[in-house]
């Protein structure tokens, strides 16, 4: 294939093209600096210049308020579902998690696999994760309540933030991070792995209200003690240098398409497009309560396996790339995170259109 | 600077041109695919292809003999510093270490931190780390001994690795991985970040035999179990790819250069000009015993901390960068790494001429 193909992955996933250009054209020798950045010390000038940028632009695009950190660490989700009960689920205390899906309940099995308490105080799994619980109570003693905003797999999001009260509220926003503007004060904790908005697979990234970096035990693995990464601004060791290069100049691609308003608006406009083509024939079945529908990952299914495969590999031929559904669910997913431009999507609208009439 | 320096940095640190090239070519459009490396899922076929490349020719250029597993994980040295004690001492066991200095330390510090025993059966940190110990002990029943065969800021390496009899030998090699052909049978596990001479920041690289794999205890972090990572061959979750992709790229430039063993010559040669332009006057003093020398970081001093001061900011203007000590020595290291060619050192030892005679 000579042109670049319209990227529907589920993650790692589409980068802009205007970063992918940018890095290329810097690869070799940085602005004048005689090295590549992977070439650099993580602390010489030029690459404090790239971190604390990446800090700087982090909290400026989703409106961060004092008193919160950004950390750029390594380990991806899954360091992070030790991490966060090995920090703040105290003796004697335990945590509340709402399972979602996979990575929920990864989440909830690692928590408890380290020895702590988990309380599940809602769940989907009944109706094969095809929605967002919403009636639940969160336990007033809890060290936190820990959700999934965006569920890759079955295709579901949390449309509005549980209230927690005093509760801290931890969240995984892998799969939805930057998709829309957020109230971060809401959080005491948000985290995920940036390969799905934000840059390539390899950079976790960690948004923690100081307060919460204090309750680390010193008896835990430093690779996930906020504590110590937190105090030093993630250099604590050499960091994934190249991939927080990379989540800056995507942070400034952000910035110029004017914002995390104007990336909701635009991901809603994609994600209304595609919903509504599903929703206008019987041919193409949503998988998700219409309520719980996540605009970052569009899950649905054909009248018949057979009819899924052809779709997937004839969407292959005609340019679109990775339509193919979760291998433990099956069916059509379709991936539009912020660097799927809506000529994507048309073009996948288009494909279904034509698809349907050939085979509906 | 429109021209590349000649990069002396500890780590991260020079990667070949060549390979840099090569990535700048495919950045946008691998090989056809459509798509970047950074944008592919980690279970496609393109991207099985690079971490299995990877492996094979890891496995290739090391000689590693059956019954061994090479992992791509995240985290650094610093991540392993927990996982080794975590997966290999068990219950009323203990570990032996070797204190060699200041990374060295910090693994026997994280051994501790976790509530294992831990018996230091040698130290040079009685004179500054100048050295590498030659006499000590291994504990018959130790579950491992832990060495660090080069350190990067005092500049010793191990010449010849200790024979630990039925005791397995682990070995942090992060800041000389690859830069000399090795026995990997004689060693039980093998760590290193990528960063030096294999790659950008953001990968660590672990070749464990396989049979250790089985110690894994269920109550650690997913991501220090050495069972749960090496089942799932590095993908038990989404690897860091793009760098894996580069560690691929600079073990085929590996291959072409003549392998490990035309590599070690080449590094030999390198040290030895370098060290020869040390000794030959009184005006550079090498800090570490001649028998300890590292073929990978050498550090000297100048006859005044001033001179240290202008003979590094000299050195930069003559595109030498990165030969400032590490700031807990002073003093002047440079880094040559496998890809800091020998045109560089020839260099660098010129400038130290032109240098003395400005300044002797």
Redesign the interface.
């Known amino acids: 294939?000579?042109?670049?193909?319209f990227?529907f992955?589920?993650?790692?996933?589409?980068?802009p093209?205007e970063v992918?250009?940018e890095?290329?054209r810097d690869?070799?020798?940085y602005k004048?600096?005689?090295?590549?950045v992977?070439?650099?010390?993580?602390r010489s000038k030029a690459f404090e210049a790239i971190i604390k940028g990446a800090e700087n632009l982090m909290k400026e695009i989703m409106g961060i308020p004092a008193g919160y950190k950004v950390l750029y660490l390594?380990?991806?989700?899954?360091?992070q579902?030790?991490?966060v009960p090995?920090n703040l689920i105290g003796p004697g205390q335990h945590a509340d998690y709402i399972n979602t899906g996979s990575w929920a309940k990864k989440a909830i099995g690692?928590a408890k696999?380290?020895?702590k308490e988990v309380n599940v105080i809602a769940t989907s799994e009944d109706v094969n994760y095809s929605r967002i619980p919403k009636d639940f109570k969160v336990t007033p003693d809890a060290a936190y309540l820990h959700i999934t905003s965006n569920n890759t797999i079955a295709g579901t999001q949390f449309s509005k933030f549980p209230d927690t009260g005093k509760v801290t509220l931890v969240c995984d926003m892998s799969s939805d991070f930057n998709c829309r503007k957020i109230d971060v004060s809401k959080f005491g904790l948000i985290y995920a792995?940036a390969?799905k908005n934000m840059?390539?697979?390899?950079?976790t990234i960690v948004i923690i209200r100081e307060d919460l970096m204090q309750k680390s035990p010193?008896?835990?693995?430093?690779?996930?003690s906020y504590k110590i990464l937190g105090e030093k601004d993630s250099l604590?060791?050499?960091?994934?240098?190249?991939?927080i290069y990379?989540v800056k100049l995507v942070l400034e691609w952000i910035k110029k398409q004017g914002g995390l308003s104007k990336i909701e608006e635009i991901n809603e406009k994609k994600a209304a497009l595609l919903y509504n083509a599903i929703d206008a024939t019987d041919f193409y079945k949503g998988t998700v309560e219409k309520d719980s529908r996540s605009i970052m990952n569009v899950t649905y299914r054909l009248p018949s396996e057979d009819l899924e495969k052809e779709f997937i590999a004839q969407g292959l031929k005609n340019?679109l790339?990775?339509l193919k559904g979760h291998r433990s669910v099956g069916g059509i997913r379709a991936s539009i995170y912020n660097a799927v431009s809506l000529k994507a999507v048309e073009s996948l609208v288009s494909f279904m259109k034509d698809f349907e009439k050939k085979n509906g």
């Open positions: 294939m000579s042109e670049r193909v990227n992955n589920p993650g790692p996933a589409a980068l093209l992918l250009q890095i290329q690869l070799i020798n004048g600096e005689g090295l590549s992977m070439e650099m010390s993580h390594q380990g991806g989700a899954t360091l579902f030790a991490a090995l690692e696999k380290l020895g792995g390969q840059g390539p697979a390899g950079v010193d008896n835990i693995p430093t690779m996930t604590y060791n050499t960091p994934p240098c190249f991939s990379v340019g790339l990775g």
